[in-house]
């Protein structure tokens, strides 16, 4: 029989953290599931931890590669798991992060009770502590421990919304409602891979219900090697927000909501200062004025 759960991790050289995620998948309460470890194209010792533990679990860890063991980047890699995937339900975990041993089983129950909802999460702790570092729990989503229907979440959630969005790493979802809406998208490469899962999401918020829970199930791992931080210490982190957003732009302009006029004028908000920088830098100076006059 199928498991209930496909797990994906896709990973690239990720050797010095692979192994404890890994572990933490293993280790979890809930037991129906499948591990799918995706290589895409390391070069240090990953590809041998992922291949050890499918030979001592074969059962319930499978591997993967993209043709002569090439590099195609996250999305690509997150859609090949999907391809090979058989549980009704899917997560994903990235290589450095850790999971809790409740999260499958606290989410599937949460999924079992909700039929109406494609995916849940939860908060985040943005585990410093590895390192020295002090922990902080970030809650996501602008709503808890209730169902968000279309386009709720679009609109009030990053990069549209002021909320914090979900990490991939925590989500769990309905296999079906991820391949509806056609996975992950494979043109974010490069640095925009900071961008890939905002995109991923954007789409699956345009159509599908979420649950935001203010469970913590996830300890996303702070490093100064992850795509976020090298990204951003590049200076990269606005053109990469502003290619997502032109991306949406579009793509929204393809489905029924190409005319809903409250996705159009986020996106309009949202493109403001990289379509009318000289029009955004004034109306900030002209809010500075005016909170200054009301100060004093």
């Known amino acids: 029989m199928n498991p209930r759960v496909s797990v994906i991790c896709s990973f690239l050289n990720a050797g010095s953290f692979l192994g404890e995620t890994i572990a933490s998948v293993l280790a979890q309460e809930f037991e129906d599931f499948e591990l799918l470890l995706v290589d895409d194209g390391s070069t240090d010792d990953s590809t041998n931890i992922a291949r050890n533990h499918v030979s001592r679990d074969p ?24 391809s090979h995937s058989r549980g009704e339900l899917v997560a994903f975990i990235d290589a450095d992060d ?10 599937v129950n949460i999924l079992d009770g909700l039929h109406e909802v494609d995916a849940v999460c939860g908060a985040v702790n943005f585990w410093a502590s590895h390192a020295g570092g002090t922990d902080n729990v970030i809650v996501t989503g602008h709503a808890l421990n209730r169902p968000i ?9 990053y990069p549209l919304g002021k909320a914090d969005p979900p990490c991939p790493s925590d989500l769990l979802m309905r296999r079906s409602s991820v391949e509806a809406i ?30 935001f ?14 795509c976020t931080s090298r990204v951003n210490r590049d200076g990269l982190g606005p053109e990469m927000r502003r290619q997502c957003l032109e991306w949406f732009d579009a793509y929204v302009a393809k489905t029924r ?40």
Request: hydrophobic share 35%; aromatic share 12%.
């Open 149 to 157: 229907r279309p386009p709720e979440a679009l609109l009030k959630v």
């Open 182 to 211: 056609g996975g992950f998208v494979e043109s974010f490469i490069g640095p925009l891979q900071l961008y890939e899962d905002q995109a991923f999401l954007a789409k699956f918020f345009l159509e599908r219900t979420i649950y």
């Open 213 to 226: 829970s203010d469970r913590v199930w996830l300890d996303y791992r702070v490093h100064d090697q992850s």
């Open 98 to 107: 850790r999971w809790r041993p409740s999260k499958l089983n606290e989410q």
């Open 59 to 82: 059962e319930r860890v499978r591997y993967f590669e993209h043709p002569q063991h090439a590099n195609r980047g996250t999305a690509v890699s997150r859609n090949l798991g999907l």
């Open 257 to 296: 909501y190409r005319f809903d006029p409250r996705i159009r004028l986020a996106l309009v908000r949202a493109l403001r200062p990289y379509r009318h920088p000289h029009i955004s830098r004034v109306g900030r100076t002209v809010r500075n004025l005016l909170r200054e006059r009301s100060a004093a």
